[in-house]
């Protein structure tokens, strides 16, 4: 099922998301199951999991020049087929431009579809080693091309002209920033490009991580002041430790409250810090909930732990349903 079906009919309580990131080449998944398998209790509603641009490079192998692609993690869609079979969640894999041609997206795309993955978040993405984004030949520059790249297949329109083709059925999500993606030249300027996305054929947005939940609230009312009528899911990250104070904002470009900030330096010890983080983040979450947002969208960075923490004081434990919707 769609995922913006299940959040119409979740009868009026807030669902839970989680997102999960591939381990690096040559290391094992388990703790990452180990995270699902202590997440699962509070039924999350799906299970988004990132994808990493390659690494492309010439290198000198025997003498010769060749191009080497180094792909550094294991690959999304194994993992989300995985997930679905072990635990029967909904599993949403994260479908990027940096580093594929619309080829290569269109034949993954085909393959998702054959394996009835009906869910996807469709992203720019990142290029590694903080290099300015250049698409590949024959690729797309922005995510509203991908987005409609995908709309086409829903109709049944590939690269190239197919007799009496198979159409797709994908849900296609987007990214959206409350602050304003850090590229941008100002707010209203990428707003317009977040409407271009869900014009192209997006069905729902899911956020950036925020600390100040004025900010969201804020954003959905500019998005729907400019005609955007798509469900914006809320992204949040617990902070839980001093060096995340200056981490998180200089590598996802999101800034945090400064009386959070100063009521975290005056901490001593490290639990203390840990704890305030984690109360922070409950206070959010309970907040949202109480302004009725159909889904909060946890980023766990792979890791169970504070997330546990955070649902029990927000939810207590919820029934261990699986959901394959
Ligand atoms: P876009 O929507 O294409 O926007 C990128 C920039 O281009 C913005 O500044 C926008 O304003 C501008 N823009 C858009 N359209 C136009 C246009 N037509 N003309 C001029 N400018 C335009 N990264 C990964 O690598 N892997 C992941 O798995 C991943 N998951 C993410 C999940 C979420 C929920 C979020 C919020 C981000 C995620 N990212 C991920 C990060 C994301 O890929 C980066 O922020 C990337 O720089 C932008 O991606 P986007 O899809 O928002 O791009």
Redesign the pocket.
Known sequence: MHLTEYLKHRGGKTLISI?IVPPQKGKSIDQIFRAVEDLIQFDPAFV?V????HERVIQRVDGKKVLRVKRKRLDTNAICLELAARYGIEPIP?I?C?GFTRDETEDALYTLNFHEIDNL??????PPNNQK?KPRSHGHG???DLVQQIADLNKGIYLDPIDNPLKTNFCIG????PEK????SDFK??LR??K??VDEGADYI???MFFDNSIYYRFLEKAKRIGITAPIIP?VKPIYSLKQLTSVPNTFRVSIPEEFKEEMLRYETREDVRKLGIEHTVRQCEDLIRNGVPCI?FYTMSRADPTTEILKQTFGARAGRRIRF
């Not at 990132?50 to 641009?53: G, K, L």
């Not at 987007?174 to 920033?177: R, S």
């Not at 993606?181 to 941008?184: I, R, S, V």
């Open positions: 997102e988004s990132t994808s990493h641009a994260h990027i940096a978040l469709a992203l720019r993405g990142d984004y922005y995510a509203s987007v990214a959206g920033y993606h850090p590229e941008a300027t990428d490009h977040l271009k996305k899911l956020t950036q992204g969208h």
